[in-house]
């Protein structure tokens, strides 16, 4: 079961100006893949609600992903990678 990770241009961009590899980001989204296939890890991830409905943060120290899982289709959408106090505007 392989998962497809699709970025937007603000998530490469994030990704390119802090030094952040898109490994580390892949090591989290795929935490949050075994979370939501029952197994026991440990990672700060919460559903959204209002304009952010339908995607799910997960949160690693003063950074926010903001992620969007398909299911049916093993594709994940990672929309926005930033610091606490910008990711929700």
């Not at 030094?19 to 197994?39: C, H, M, N, P, S």
């Not at 398909?70 to 606490?84: K, S």
């Amino acid at each position: 079961m392989t998962w497809r990770i699709d970025l937007s241009k603000n998530a490469e961009k994030f990704i390119s100006k802090n030094e952040l590899t898109l490994d580390e980001v892949r090591e989290l989204v795929g935490k949050a893949i075994y979370y939501f296939q029952g197994e026991d890890i440990n990672i700060n991830i919460k559903k959204l609600k209002g304009d952010w409905k339908g995607f799910y943060r997960i949160r690693t120290g003063r950074m926010r992903i903001i992620v969007e899982f398909n299911f049916e289709n093993l594709v994940l959408f990672i929309e926005e990678i930033d610091w606490r106090g910008n990711v929700y505007k």
